[in-house]
């Protein structure tokens, strides 16, 4: 039996997985629809986005349109006619003329257990808010924000170490397996659809840098949290001497002092104070150089007890 006629709305590593699951199953993708390519480095080179790579090497044409809405990106898809487009973390909003074209719709896979933590960086704030499941949900589409019915869902612990990267790694891998199932419902005919109770919901808005400014008088897990969440990037950071210092990974640790201020530095890592505790910082990153662990920094950084890190730092 052909395969259904499948449009894949993708961009970054995270909707990798999910393209090659619609390879390997043999459905006829029939374009893939991704974002420009951007430049990267110091030398400005543009780079293409993961998914168009995987796409030409299969031979899949490819579109990358800067606004999805334009007419004339409206009219190409139309006239490819598809049966279903997916959508992973594609980066833009869809128009609901577009999300008419297919006879199925357009299907999202999203990495939170809807409806909560709707928006653009669901794992991230997921492990800031120190959740411990999460997981995916295959939803069909809508024109609003992560509101559409929900298809399947698939959930999974989190580890109480386990920082973004680690996440996104694993909920990729299982947005393919959820949209797998997902296809085999559709095409059995056994697809049931949920609609989401609005009054559950939270939200997940997209990461800006100063979003890892770290607040001192947080609690130690507050402030590990928001290091697992924010790793690698935009990354959960303070200042010292004025420079931007990225903590990489934190323990809660022992101990108390004035918010910030660093309580000692040695191999066991640098413990610094902050609520009603303090956390022990076990690798880090000062502006300009590549993250170490906390011998290797103080190896080339004296640290002194005492200290304070963050706004007051520099005073």
């Not at 897990?221 to 950071?237: D, E, F, H, M, S």
Request: glycine share 10%; with cysteine.
């Amino acid at each position: 039996m052909a395969g259904l006629r499948i449009i894949f709305m993708g961009t970054p590593e995270f909707a990798c997985p999910t393209l090659h699951k619609l390879i390997d199953r043999g459905e006829e993708v029939i374009a893939v629809v991704t974002q420009p390519d951007r430049p990267k480095g110091r030398g400005q080179k543009l780079v293409p986005p993961p998914v168009k790579v995987i796409a030409e090497e299969h031979g899949i044409p490819v579109l990358q349109p800067l606004k999805v809405r334009a007419p004339e990106v409206i009219a190409q898809i139309r006239v490819l006619n598809p049966d279903l487009i997916v959508v992973v973390a594609f980066g833009q909003i869809l128009p609901q003329s577009l999300l008419d074209i297919p006879r199925y719709g357009c299907i999202n896979i999203h990495a939170s257990l809807l409806p909560r933590y709707r928006g653009a960086a669901p794992l991230n704030w997921c492990l800031v808010n120190g959740e411990t499941e999460t997981g995916i949900t295959t939803m069909q589409m809508d024109a609003g924000l992560d509101t559409g019915d929900m298809l399947l869902k698939r959930a999974i612990p989190i580890d109480p170490d386990e920082d973004a990267q680690s996440l996104h790694d694993r909920l990729s891998l299982l947005g393919a397996e959820t949209i797998d199932d997902t296809l085999d419902q559709l095409l059995a005919g056994t697809l049931t659809r949920e609609k989401q109770d609005d009054t559950l919901t939270c939200y997940a808005p997209m990461l800006k840098k100063e979003d890892g400014l770290i607040d001192w008088s947080l609690e130690p897990q507050q402030i590990k949290n928001l290091v697992r969440g924010l790793t690698p990037w935009p990354g959960a950071y303070t200042l010292l001497d004025g420079k931007t210092l990225k903590l990489c990974s934190v323990t809660v640790g022992e101990g108390s002092g004035a918010p910030g201020e660093i309580l000692s530095a040695d191999k066991k890592g640098i413990s610094v104070a902050c609520g009603s505790g303090s956390i022990l910082v076990t690798e880090l990153q000062l502006e300009g150089r590549k993250c170490l662990s906390a011998t290797d920094f103080l190896a080339g950084c004296r640290l002194e007890p005492g200290t304070l890190l963050g706004a007051a730092a520099g005073n």
